[in-house]
């Protein structure tokens, strides 16, 4: 954990040296043997398709990150071990927003889909920057989110395995975990579709860093941190095209009726958290960043991310979308992904 304060130790910590381990065993692998299989991570991050995931966000009509979730689950891929919906300002109605999640879960379930867990509805506030502007001063939230990636972490989380929180929101319920158990982040690693690339690094602004600062400074300090700023054309999942050759099933009738209410936003779509950390091959390029300036409780725009050779946290700053939509379309058409 880094020191608890906004300067930031120059003194190696352990967030610091569990990340540098990952990089290093993501370059040259590792023969030796863990309980779980081989310790060689599968692409450029310190996690992947084994581990478990939470995934927290607030709209369930806006992208295909909860199929993608529901169907990787069932191929192979990252086991689902957290749904949480909270609200946001694009979708303010916290009770449309997880009637949309269940529904999603519903469908899944009915089409023979195992290990989807039920949405947990999440009501939490923009954080408050103390006036001391230390962040172990903030005031919780206290959130269900919170307290679920506390539990499930402690649940979960292998020593070389940690459990990955894939956003597609704000960062409020990661950070209120933090604040409620701060040895959270020895067994978390935070991916987040958040920010656009820049000309530096990258910045936690919009889409989704706006939503709370406070918070993003919080995760991207204390945190192993991969900020996903890769962004590629989610319309081109599910096209009109191809609709007729979704499954005849209730996950199939789910994505038709769906899909003509995909936001068209091909800059922002919020699977690519999800996708980086459990899709091996999406990430292409990742760079190391260092946190810049905090902002202040007011602000609009998180803070900056540096390239840095020694920095913390990580930056995708490349993604291969083709490989994503291929893959989605190869678990909806395979019919043991769908077997009772």
């Not at 920057?129 to 919780?140: A, F, I, N, R, Y």
């Not at 269900?144 to 020593?159: F, R, T």
């Not at 499954?247 to 199939?252: D, I, Q, S, V």
Request: contains cysteine.
């Amino acid at each position: 954990m880094k020191d608890r304060t906004l300067t930031l130790s120059t003194a190696p910590t352990p967030r610091t040296c569990l990340h540098a381990l990952a990089l290093l065993l993501a370059l040259v692998g590792c023969n030796e043997q863990l309980d779980a299989g081989s310790n060689r991570l599968h692409g450029l991050l310190p996690v992947d398709e084994r581990s478990p995931v939470i995934i927290t966000n607030d709209g369930a009509y806006d992208n295909w990150g909860g199929e993608y979730a529901v169907l990787l689950a069932n191929g192979g891929g990252a086991p689902l071990a957290g749904i949480i919906v909270s609200a946001s300002p694009a979708w303010p109605d916290i009770d449309t927003n997880i009637i949309g999640w269940r529904r999603l879960v519903k469908a899944a379930r009915q089409s023979g889909l195992h290990g989807i867990p039920n949405p947990t509805t999440s009501i939490n506030a923009r954080l408050v920057m103390p006036t001391s502007g230390k962040v172990e001063d903030t005031q919780p939230n206290g959130s269900e989110g919170a307290w679920q990636i506390v539990n499930l972490s402690a649940q979960l989380a292998l020593p070389y395995r940690p459990v990955v929180v894939a956003t597609g929101g704000s960062l409020t319920d990661v950070a209120d975990a933090y604040l409620l158990d701060p040895s959270v982040v020895d067994r978390v690693v935070v991916v987040s579709s958040l920010g656009a690339l820049t000309a530096p690094g990258a910045a936690m602004g919009v889409p989704n860093g706006e939503m709370d600062t406070w918070a993003d400074l919080i995760v991207a300090t204390r945190f192993r941190y991969v900020q996903v700023s890769a962004f590629y054309d989610e319309l081109a999942d599910v096209p009109d095209s191809r609709l007729s050759e979704l499954p005849a099933n209730a996950l199939g009738d789910w994505m038709r009726a769906k899909q003509p209410k995909i936001l068209q936003m091909a800059v922002a779509s919020d699977q690519v958290s999800l996708l980086a950390a459990s899709l091996p091959g999406f990430a292409t390029a990742v760079q190391s960043v260092s946190v810049g300036p905090t902002p202040t409780s007011s602000s609009n725009a998180g803070p900056e991310l540096t390239l840095a050779a020694s920095g913390s946290d990580l930056l995708v700053t490349g993604s291969a979308g083709a490989l994503a939509s291929a893959r989605l379309w190869e678990l909806l058409l395979t019919p043991s992904t769908f077997s009772k």
